[in-house]
């Protein structure tokens, strides 16, 4: 179904590439450190800029005639005004209400006719808008896409049906979903409810009800300028043809002041070190635990590319030490770790679990304490690290394998500020995490950073007391 | 395929046999993968009664350990070549594959191999998945989706193994013997039934010598052939309470089955009509005109080769009657009169266009291939396909639509706390 959902980058870049979203991570660096004669960049991307800022990228692939067009706008609900959390959702599902040439509703008939298909997604870092479609309709769907990029119509009468159909994509999400609402409350009590990070990308309900069309208004033209936006081509196009496709459609976009990005630094202490909720629809107790954690943008991207190896081997399935210690020694059905180091500003690194029925949750919690505080005495071992490095890195060439991996992944990286190399060799940079880098960023994290421990719980299960 | 035009598309299937199995194969020697796809007929339809999920928990059971592997010995040999190996039970079938980069290949026919032939069935594996398969058997009913689902197919098939979960109950999964996983796949994985796709960097010669060492040594016969499905049992609207904000809808009737002359006109019709996306009518009144849904859809599924119409949406509970009225109104408009000309010439433009769309990726080329054999296609199927679709006339889709769609007999299961029903 062409529906526009509100996805984070994560969830995006696993359908795409069907690689833990853990693989994908890319870094500051201009060139990869400790590349061996045998690397070679992943997709082989060629990038240009035009006079108006508008940054280009092209992934050519000539397997099928087919071509996947991505435009990524620098700006999520990250971006969100005060008070107003959803407006970049928002506005991405009115970007489908009409523009100069194309009428409101058309965009994806016209696709469609065309034997192609559209979508769209609204991550905390990025919105992006796009379409696959048989080679020779590139020009179609580029006319389209610039069009809007030039000037949405935004119709008024088209909000409130629209706000309706976002209210029910909030309640089809989150809240129907006892853990998705969970999840919501979790992130809000380690940033803080109104703070960019610790919002829901789609919004509080209040917050989507009062967005006004002049909000939406105010973030395109502060936001949607071509200097705040790459356009990732994949797929069967040569680049002297592209070159000129894109200056016909997009070059005479003028150049707009961009609002950059202004997200404040993460508070000191979470809003609440410690969330318990019981629900009468839960049946199954959940652990979660998020600590502030640095991103490639954000502290130490050094310690970011360590963190995603650090997530591994602490979290990632089966030989794990978490699958070691809780769920093969029957206290835990699973039992996780996760860590996205491609974002901007603070990051989260975050524990997961689920106590079997017949386990206390207060045991349960005791054994992670038990294994953390270990793991942050001794650090890892140098064979668990080359393990998860190994397995982490085995197949990024997988990545080649459909249209939709790189231009997700080139496009966001740019987007959030990031080089085409960190993408193109994060093999390496993976690689050249060492020993001393993992075991000082785990320390960074789990010694010190704020931290949130949440339960979420069935009915008359006593809630664990936690560690003082 | 990179020199194909428009028009001119097209996919080059071969067969490939070897050992006594017929295997399709696309071969893709543009990137470095292989994606290889299997099924047998079966899966949960063949699970005994009390034994609720034993296909799909024997299935999970492959990937904990083999031969001189323990679990996880076995995963790390996985994932240190990166292999993606899953077995998986469906409604109406067993099913196997991998993709991996071309380098792992031997490597992945061996551990695919050792899995089928001898898994170990380890006792501390054994808890650990029954754990893990309790805890998410309750967890999904932990929505108003998870509840409408699990009601949804045991309301329209009450006497049929279709109408059970096919990942299995909490209580089931708890009893499970031991021996019932050894038994799923002694009466499953046979010489007979087994259908087989491939797609990637392998050519054909390759592949005859890898099939027979993947799919050695099967038992002769085939697995025993499950009950046929009754036919859809129209139950009405069943509401299932649930407390939350929204609800649930999950609806459907009887559709065609895969060998009616009809399928591929009602393929049309359908789309038009509630799978198109943003391009259908129940998209259009239900989402565009009145904000009511997120999204609506539907469209065919097929069980044992029989088909039934199954849709869903999720709207506020006061809205769920209007939205149900909206849907119904939509189904009867269509059965009455079939679609429009325009409607007609942008569904084909939209089926024929996008041919080239699903043929991007390996293991979706694979799976596609298996999709067709599982249906019964011969090989030129979709070489084909471009001019059936043309022939298919206004006054054709009209008819079909009114053999096929009954908005009297949409049954609907809600779950959620639903006014005005």
Same mark, same amino acid.
């Given at each position: 179904?062409?529906?526009?959902?509100?996805?984070?980058?994560?969830?995006?870049?696993?359908?795409?590439?069907?690689?833990?979203?853990?693989?994908?991570?890319?870094?500051?660096?201009?060139?990869?450190?400790?590349?061996?004669?045998?690397?070679?960049?992943?997709?082989?991307?060629?990038?240009?800029?035009?006079?108006?800022?508008?940054?280009?990228?092209?992934?050519?692939?000539?397997?099928?005639?087919?071509?996947?067009?991505?435009?990524?706008?620098?700006?999520?609900?990250?971006?969100?005004?005060?008070?107003?959390?959803?407006?970049?959702?928002?506005?991405?599902?009115?970007?489908?209400?009409?523009?100069?040439?194309?009428?409101?509703?058309?965009?994806?008939?016209?696709?469609?006719?065309?034997?192609?298909?559209?979508?769209?997604?609204?991550?905390?870092?990025?919105?992006?808008?796009?379409?696959?479609?048989?080679?020779?309709?590139?020009?179609?769907?580029?006319?389209?896409?610039?069009?809007?990029?030039?000037?949405?119509?935004?119709?008024?009468?088209?909000?409130?049906?629209?706000?309706?159909?976002?209210?029910?994509?909030?309640?089809?999400?989150?809240?129907?979903?006892?853990?998705?609402?969970?999840?919501?409350?979790?992130?809000?009590?380690?940033?803080?409810?109104?703070?960019?990070?610790?919002?829901?990308?789609?919004?509080?309900?209040?917050?989507?009800? =009062?967005?006004?069309?002049?909000?939406?208004?105010?973030?395109?033209?502060?936001?949607?300028?071509?200097?705040?936006?790459?356009?990732?081509?994949?797929?069967?196009?040569?680049?002297?043809?592209?070159?000129?496709?894109?200056?016909?459609?997009?070059?005479?976009?003028?150049?707009?002041?961009?609002?950059?990005?202004?997200?404040?630094?993460? =508070?000191?202490?979470?809003?609440?070190?410690?969330?318990?909720?019981?629900?009468?629809?839960?049946?199954?107790?959940?652990?979660?635990?998020?600590?502030? =954690?640095?991103?490639?943008?954000?502290?130490?991207?050094?310690?970011?590319?360590?963190?995603?190896?650090?997530?591994?081997?602490?979290?990632?399935?089966?030989?794990?030490?978490?699958?070691?210690?809780?769920?093969?020694?029957?206290?835990?059905?699973?039992?996780?770790?996760?860590?996205?180091?491609?974002?901007?500003?603070?990051?989260?690194?975050?524990?997961?679990?689920?106590?079997?029925?017949?386990?206390?949750?207060?045991?349960?919690?005791?054994?992670?304490?038990?294994?953390?505080?270990?793991?942050?005495?001794?650090?890892?071992?140098?064979?668990?690290?080359?393990?998860?490095?190994?397995?982490?890195?085995?197949?990024?060439?997988?990545?080649?394998?459909?249209?939709?991996?790189?231009?997700?992944?080139?496009?966001?990286?740019?987007?959030?500020?990031?080089?085409?190399?960190?993408?193109?060799?994060?093999?390496?940079?993976?690689?050249?995490?060492?020993?001393?880098?993992?075991?000082?960023?785990?320390?960074?994290?789990?010694?010190?950073?704020?931290?949130?421990?949440?339960?979420?719980?069935?009915?008359?299960?006593?809630?664990?007391?936690?560690?003082? | 395929?990179?020199?194909?035009?428009?028009?001119?598309?097209?996919?080059?299937?071969?067969?490939?046999?070897?050992?006594?199995?017929?295997?399709?194969?696309?071969?893709?020697?543009?990137?470095?993968?292989?994606?290889?796809?299997?099924?047998?007929?079966?899966?949960?339809?063949?699970?005994?009664?009390?034994?609720?999920?034993?296909?799909?928990?024997?299935?999970?059971?492959?990937?904990?350990?083999?031969?001189?592997?323990?679990?996880?010995?076995?995963?790390?040999?996985?994932?240190?070549?990166?292999?993606?190996?899953?077995?998986?039970?469906?409604?109406?079938?067993?099913?196997?594959?991998?993709?991996?980069?071309?380098?792992?290949?031997?490597?992945?026919?061996?551990?695919?191999?050792?899995?089928?032939?001898?898994?170990?069935?380890?006792?501390?594996?054994?808890?650990?998945?029954?754990?893990?398969?309790?805890?998410?058997?309750?967890?999904?009913?932990?929505?108003?989706?998870?509840?409408?689902?699990?009601?949804?197919?045991?309301?329209?098939?009450?006497?049929?193994?279709?109408?059970?979960?096919?990942?299995?109950?909490?209580?089931?999964?708890?009893?499970?013997?031991?021996?019932?996983?050894?038994?799923?796949?002694?009466?499953?994985?046979?010489?007979?039934?087994?259908?087989?796709?491939?797609?990637?960097?392998?050519?054909?010669?390759?592949?005859?010598?890898?099939?027979?060492?993947?799919?050695?040594?099967?038992?002769?016969?085939?697995?025993?052939?499950?009950?046929?499905?009754?036919?859809?049992?129209?139950?009405?609207?069943?509401?299932?309470?649930?407390?939350?904000?929204?609800?649930?809808?999950?609806?459907?009737?009887?559709?065609?089955?895969?060998?009616?002359?009809?399928?591929?006109?009602?393929?049309?019709?359908?789309?038009?009509?509630?799978?198109?996306?943003?391009?259908?009518?129940?998209?259009?009144?239900?989402?565009?005109?009145?904000?009511?849904?997120?999204?609506?859809?539907?469209?065919?599924?097929?069980?044992?080769?029989?088909?039934?119409?199954?849709?869903?949406?999720?709207?506020?509970?006061?809205?769920?009657?209007?939205?149900?009225?909206?849907?119904?109104?939509?189904?009867?408009?269509?059965?009455?009169?079939?679609?429009?000309?325009?409607?007609?010439?942008?569904?084909?433009?939209?089926?024929?266009?996008?041919?080239?769309?699903?043929?991007?990726?390996?293991?979706?080329?694979?799976?596609?291939?298996?999709?067709?054999?599982?249906?019964?296609?011969?090989?030129?199927?979709?070489?084909?396909?471009?001019?059936?679709?043309?022939?298919?006339?206004?006054?054709?889709?009209?008819?079909?639509?009114?053999?096929?769609?009954?908005?009297?007999?949409?049954?609907?299961?809600?779950?959620?706390?639903?006014?005005?029903?």
């Amino acid at each position: 179904m062409q529906v526009m959902p509100s996805m984070t980058r994560r969830t995006t870049i696993a359908a795409a590439a069907a690689l833990p979203a853990t693989l994908v991570a890319p870094a500051l660096h201009a060139s990869p450190p400790a590349a061996s004669p045998g690397d070679r960049p992943l997709f082989g991307a060629s990038a240009w800029t035009l006079p108006n800022g508008l940054r280009v990228v092209l992934a050519e692939s000539r397997r099928v005639p087919v071509v996947a067009h991505y435009l990524f706008y620098a700006a999520g609900a990250g971006e969100d005004a005060p008070g107003k959390s959803g407006t970049a959702h928002f506005l991405e599902h009115m970007m489908f209400k009409g523009s100069s040439k194309v009428a409101p509703g058309a965009f994806s008939l016209v696709v469609a006719r065309e034997g192609g298909q559209d979508n769209a997604f609204t991550s905390r870092d990025v919105t992006a808008y796009h379409q696959t479609v048989e080679a020779s309709r590139l020009p179609l769907v580029m006319g389209m896409e610039a069009d809007r990029f030039a000037g949405p119509l935004l119709p008024p009468e088209t909000i409130e049906p629209e706000r309706s159909v976002i209210l029910e994509e909030r309640r089809q999400r989150t809240d129907s979903s006892p853990r998705a609402r969970f999840y919501e409350a979790f992130e809000a009590a380690l940033f803080g409810p109104e703070s960019w990070r610790g919002r829901p990308i789609i919004g509080w309900e209040s917050d989507i009800r =009062a967005i006004e069309r002049d909000d939406l208004q105010t973030f395109y033209s502060r936001r949607y300028a071509p200097g705040n936006a790459v356009l990732v081509v994949a797929g069967d196009v040569t680049e002297a043809r592209l070159r000129a496709l894109v200056e016909e459609h997009y070059g005479s976009i003028p150049a707009r002041p961009v609002t950059p990005r202004d997200r404040a630094a993460p =508070a000191a202490a979470p809003t609440e070190a410690r969330l318990i909720r019981h629900d009468p629809n839960v049946r199954e107790a959940s652990f979660l635990r998020s600590a502030m =954690a640095p991103t490639l943008t954000w502290g130490s991207p050094q310690a970011a590319w360590a963190l995603e190896a650090v997530a591994h081997l602490l979290g990632g399935g089966q030989g794990s030490r978490m699958h070691r210690a809780l769920v093969e020694t029957g206290l835990a059905t699973s039992a996780g770790a996760g860590f996205d180091s491609e974002a901007v500003g603070v990051g989260a690194f975050m524990l997961s679990a689920t106590p079997r029925p017949d386990v206390a949750p207060e045991r349960l919690e005791v054994a992670i304490d038990a294994l953390i505080d270990r793991l942050v005495q001794e650090g890892p071992s140098e064979a668990e690290l080359a393990r998860s490095i190994r397995q982490m890195t085995a197949g990024a060439l997988l990545a080649l394998d459909g249209l939709g991996a790189a231009p997700r992944l080139l496009g966001s990286a740019l987007a959030c500020g990031l080089s085409l190399e960190t993408v193109e060799y994060w093999p390496a940079h993976l690689r050249a995490v060492t020993l001393a880098q993992a075991t000082a960023a785990l320390r960074g994290v789990f010694a010190g950073a704020p931290t949130t421990t949440g339960w979420l719980l069935p009915e008359g299960v006593p809630a664990p007391r936690g560690r003082a | 395929m990179s020199d194909a035009t428009p028009s001119g598309f097209s996919l080059p299937i071969q067969t490939v046999a070897a050992g006594g199995i017929n295997a399709w194969l696309v071969e893709d020697h543009a990137v470095p993968v292989v994606s290889i796809a299997w099924s047998w007929p079966g899966g949960a339809a063949l699970d005994p009664p009390g034994q609720e999920g034993a296909a799909a928990f024997a299935a999970a059971m492959l990937l904990e350990g083999a031969g001189t592997l323990p679990a996880t010995e076995f995963a790390d040999a996985l994932r240190d070549t990166a292999i993606g190996l899953s077995f998986g039970a469906d409604r109406d079938s067993f099913e196997g594959g991998f993709r991996c980069l071309t380098q792992a290949l031997p490597e992945a026919i061996r551990l695919a191999r050792l899995a089928m032939r001898s898994p170990r069935f380890d006792a501390d594996a054994l808890t650990r998945v029954r754990a893990r398969g309790v805890a998410a058997a309750r967890r999904a009913l932990e929505t108003p989706r998870g509840q409408a689902a699990r009601a949804f197919w045991a309301a329209a098939y009450p006497d049929h193994p279709a109408g059970r979960s096919v990942s299995g109950t909490p209580e089931s999964l708890a009893a499970m013997p031991a021996e019932a996983l050894p038994a799923v796949l002694a009466r499953q994985l046979r010489q007979d039934g087994l259908l087989v796709a491939v797609a990637g960097d392998i050519t054909a010669a390759e592949l005859t010598s890898w099939l027979g060492q993947l799919f050695a040594d099967l038992p002769p016969g085939a697995p025993p052939a499950p009950a046929r499905l009754p036919a859809f049992r129209d139950f009405g609207t069943k509401v299932i309470e649930v407390a939350s904000p929204q609800s649930s809808v999950i609806f459907g009737q009887d559709g065609l089955a895969a060998r009616d002359p009809d399928w591929e006109a009602a393929q049309v019709v359908l789309r038009i009509l509630a799978g198109g996306g943003f391009a259908s009518r129940l998209m259009h009144a239900v989402r565009e005109t009145r904000g009511l849904a997120y999204g609506i859809g539907a469209g065919l599924d097929l069980v044992f080769g029989e088909g039934v119409i199954i849709g869903s949406v999720a709207t506020e509970n006061a809205r769920v009657a209007e939205t149900m009225k909206v849907t119904r109104d939509e189904w009867a408009r269509m059965a009455k009169d079939g679609p429009t000309e325009a409607e007609r010439a942008d569904a084909l433009a939209y089926l024929t266009g996008s041919m080239p769309l699903q043929f991007t990726d390996s293991r979706r080329i694979a799976d596609t291939l298996l999709a067709l054999r599982r249906n019964d296609r011969p090989l030129d199927w979709l070489a084909n396909r471009p001019a059936r679709l043309a022939a298919l006339d206004q006054a054709r889709l009209a008819a079909v639509a009114r053999r096929l769609l009954r908005p009297e007999a949409l049954a609907a299961v809600v779950a959620g706390q639903p006014q005005g029903l």
